[in-house]
């Protein structure tokens, strides 16, 4: 089963960027990806999703335009660029895998996730 390892959160200033990797244990080259949120006291919420060639990408309404989301199949490795970070981006970022290749930001449509990073943006 694919393991995934978040890295790269850390603490930014509001307005300053950051670059989460999320590695996974073995070839993941033909699944969908996504990218999930979870700040205190509230659910966890999808963020961004890649289709398994990186053509096909989605974004929650609340990060469009400041967050790009790409992956490298030869490493393995999907990324999450965060740009014009604000406070209220501030949560725990996990990705995940479904073993799908169609698009879904339902939390249940995704088999195995990563432990997470934090990400704390500071005003």
């Known amino acids: 089963q694919v393991q995934l390892v978040e890295s790269g959160g850390g603490l930014v200033q509001a307005g300053g960027s950051r670059r989460l990797s999320c590695a996974a244990s073995?070839?993941?080259?033909?699944?969908?990806m996504g990218w999930f949120r979870q700040a205190p006291g509230k659910e966890r919420e999808f963020v961004a999703g890649?289709?398994?060639?990186?053509?096909?990408?989605d974004y929650s309404d609340s990060v469009k335009g400041r967050f790009t989301i790409s992956r490298d199949n030869a490493k393995n490795t999907v990324y999450l660029q965060m740009n014009s970070l604000k406070p209220e981006d501030t949560a725990i970022y996990y990705c995940?895998?479904?073993?799908?290749?169609?698009?879904?930001?339902?939390?249940?449509?995704?088999?195995?996730w990563g432990q997470g990073t934090q990400v704390t943006v500071s005003s």
């Open positions: 890649i289709s398994w060639n990186g053509y096909t990408v």
């Open positions: 995940a895998v479904r073993s799908r290749s169609w698009a879904t930001r339902s939390l249940s449509g995704y088999d195995v």
């Open positions: 073995a070839g993941f080259s033909s699944f969908y």
